[in-house]
């Protein structure tokens, strides 16, 4: 930007909207607050199952480490299918409404969980929890009574991601409406570290719930939320330019990167320009299948999948969120399983709260002002800024491969060292995710969004139902399995971690080959 034009935006008092002050308004922030939220809840709901089931549900329905497994996978694998398509749901209806009907169905779907159990009994004739409970391990009913409960929460999981699915295509595109480039990393780390708020207030509500009213209830309870959501942004979201909070200078200030960029070059009807932050370095492809004025416009899912960014994009979800999920889901069990302390006991719940006030701390100051300082102060362009930082996070999940021996001496360590992991995680991911809103214009982010989570929920589902088995299978093995001093399901848990620690290097690498410098699409 120019630096008469960033004067005018900073300090020429445009005409205000009737009934507002003088003074540039701040309401970007407070939808970012709603964003927020918004994760947060998204995250309570898939962490009552985690939280759960090892301690409560298990015992009722005798399910093993693949049984959990299957049910994870089974989400990550539907999230994925239905990922591919809610963010060109969101594109298409808008995002208020689109927003709307996501979060509807999610919390509907956290809230069918708590039927599962009334249905398992009706369908077994049993009267009863405790009756399900004294069922003989390993006999004919038992593996009923665990299939059919798997089953049904296989279901409940597919409600919970058609739902979730539209999280972060909606709040990505929000972002992108109400956020110049230099300022997104930092919004969207705000919002993103909804995941980890969520996580953190988990391991302190819900075993506590569950302990207190019943697992059921506890899916009841954090499913609601969503639903007190809906009506905050049924009144406060609207599109900037028709947001009667916003007035002009914030909506100046807002559409800055759009006042600064040069007037796209003409070229043929249907083509998608690739603009480079040199003027000079502009390349125009023939597409009959896109339509529309320079920045307007649709990008087809076909389409997506024939450009360099899309995939640069798809690697960096595809080779870290199962990182991501895996500490997510199995967390809780990890404690349990290794050290003994179970979800609802005190010193549990502590270890878990410790892990995510890191990824929430570590994740909001690092992944929002690391990028920002490279932008601002070393004055690289956003992207460049953004590699520059996700290198840096990519780094810090290396701290993973310590996470097993030094957790010999106390559970404390694996605790810090797995939050320190989440926090690289979560700050690569925020930045990543703003990496759309670089590259693509704004009516096609919430469809790359899509197809990022689509790719994610794949590896989630790797990832996840491959440790279940895995874990089963070095129980099974005991000391036959042995790997880097550990043996059994020790060994099983520092292969994982191993994976973990590479993830981020590997992908940052694929994103830098495939899109070495910042390059933009532009529909025309």
């Not at 739902?163 to 295509?169: A, D, I, K, L, R």
């Not at 480039?181 to 930092?186: F, G, I, S």
């Not at 320079?294 to 997506?304: H, M, R, Y």
Request: proline share 4%; net charge neutral.
């Amino acid at each position: 930007m120019n630096k008469q034009t960033s004067s005018q935006i900073h300090s020429t008092p445009l005409p205000t909207r009737e009934g507002q002050g003088g003074g540039a308004s701040s309401f970007r922030w407070w939808l970012c607050a709603l964003l927020f939220v918004a994760t947060t809840v998204n995250y309570l709901d898939r962490q009552v199952l985690s939280l759960t089931w090892k301690d409560f549900i298990a015992p009722e329905f005798h399910w093993s480490n693949s049984d959990y497994g299957s049910i994870t996978a089974a989400f990550s694998l539907f999230y994925a299918f239905v990922s591919l398509f809610s963010g060109k749901f969101i594109d298409w209806v808008g995002t208020k409404r689109g927003y709307l009907i996501a979060i509807f169905v999610w919390s509907l779907g956290a809230c069918l969980h708590a039927s599962c159990g009334w249905l398992t009994m009706h369908i077994h004739g049993l009267a009863s929890a405790d009756a399900l409970r004294a069922v003989e391990q390993g006999s004919a009913l038992a593996l009923a009574i665990s299939s059919t409960s798997v089953w049904l929460f296989m279901v409940c999981r597919m409600v919970l991601a058609i739902g979730e699915s539209g999280n972060f295509p909606a709040a990505i595109k929000v972002t992108a409406e109400y956020f110049p480039k230099k300022d997104r990393a930092l919004a969207t780390s705000i919002f993103n570290s909804g995941a980890s708020v969520g996580a953190l207030v988990a391991p302190v509500t819900i075993p506590f719930l569950a302990s207190a009213y019943g697992w059921e209830m506890a899916f009841i309870i954090i499913g609601a939320l969503g639903f007190l959501w809906m009506g905050f942004w049924q009144f406060l979201y609207e599109k900037p330019e028709q947001n009667k909070h916003v007035n002009q200078l914030e909506l100046a200030y807002i559409n800055q990167d759009e006042a600064d960029s040069p007037p796209a070059l003409p070229c043929r009807e249907g083509a998608v320009t690739f603009a480079d932050s040199s003027p000079s370095s502009t390349q125009t492809h023939s597409t009959p299948s896109l339509q529309g004025r320079a920045g307007g416009g649709s990008l087809s899912l076909i389409k997506c999948f024939t450009l360099r960014h899309t995939w640069s994009y798809i690697c960096g979800k595809f080779f870290t969120d199962g990182v991501w999920w895996f500490l997510l889901f199995w967390a809780p069990a990890y404690f349990s399983d290794q050290y003994g302390y179970r979800s609802d006991s005190s010193m549990g719940a502590m270890l878990l709260f410790t892990v995510y006030l890191i990824v929430t701390v570590v994740s909001i100051a690092a992944g929002g002002y690391l990028p920002k300082f490279f932008i601002e102060r070393r004055g690289m362009e956003a992207y460049a800024g953004r590699l520059r930082a996700m290198l840096l996070f990519a780094f810090l999940p290396i701290f993973a491969l310590f996470a097993q021996p030094l957790g010999q001496y106390s559970a404390w360590w694996p605790a810090i060292i797995i939050g320190l992991a989440g926090a690289g995680h979560q700050s690569w991911s925020a930045n990543l995710y703003s990496t759309v809103g670089d590259m693509f214009p704004k009516s096609a982010i919430a469809t790359i969004t899509g197809i990022g989570t689509m790719t994610g929920g794949i590896a989630s589902f790797l990832v996840n139902k491959g440790a279940g088995v895995f874990f089963d299978y070095a129980e099974a093995q005991g000391d036959a399995l042995y790997f880097l001093g550990f043996s059994g399901k020790e060994a099983a848990y520092m292969v994982v971690f191993c994976y973990c620690a590479v993830a981020y290097l590997i992908a940052w690498a694929c994103m830098k080959t495939l899109v070495p410098h910042y390059k933009k699409v532009e529909l025309t």
